[in-house]
């Protein structure tokens, strides 16, 4: 039997993650994979809590960085871990590369803190595959426009998130092995073109 494996969605607000996620997660159950799904900041009672303050609450940009890793603590000890460990496959909807992405490109936390952060609370554990959603800024700006109510996040400025971007895409560069880029301000129908044939690779 194949080991369970850990894939992560990854990309600026507006990409198209959840939108693609759950396509994706069906195409693999289709396939007889037994799959969990799960998100962050959250993925656990108390990591659902801490997205609240996260995405809602004014903080400084190293107690927004230690919150999150928090939450990732908790998310790793009790959901990520114990399904890999028994034969379920994760799929989560951001996992540390936010961080280094968030709080470490648009924030500008330094990239040595994150490190030390990502080995500590998951040194042993990374994504087997990242799906990062690269895209313009713009056109995912403008995919957001319609939203009545936007987070913390999602109200920052074109500026920050270039910055996200380009922080993600230096991340993929550094473990090329793990990453699939997909050039996600393509058609719905061709970005998932692109998910079935990465479902029938792994
Ligand atoms: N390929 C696409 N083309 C056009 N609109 C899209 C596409 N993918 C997603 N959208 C729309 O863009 C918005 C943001 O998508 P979403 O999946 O919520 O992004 P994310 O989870 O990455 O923030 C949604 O309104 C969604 O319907
Ligand atoms: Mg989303």
Known sequence: MNKAKFITFEGVDGAGKSTHLEWFANALRQRGIDLLVTREPGGTPLGERLREILLNHPMHAETETLLMFAARREHVEQVIRPALQRGTWVISDRFSDASFAYQGGGRGVALDKLEQLEQWVHGDLQPDLTLLFDIPIEVARQRLANNISLDR?????????????????????????????????????????????IVSSI
């Not at 109200?155 to 920050?160: I, K, L, P, V």
């Not at 993929?172 to 719905?188: L, M, N």
């Open 153 to 197: 996040f999602e109200q920052e400025q074109g500026a920050f998130f270039e910055k996200v971007r380009q922080a993600y895409l230096a991340r993929s560069q550094k473990t090329p092995a793990r990453f699939a880029v997909i050039h996600a301000e393509k058609t719905r129908d061709e970005v998932q073109k692109i998910l079935e044939k």
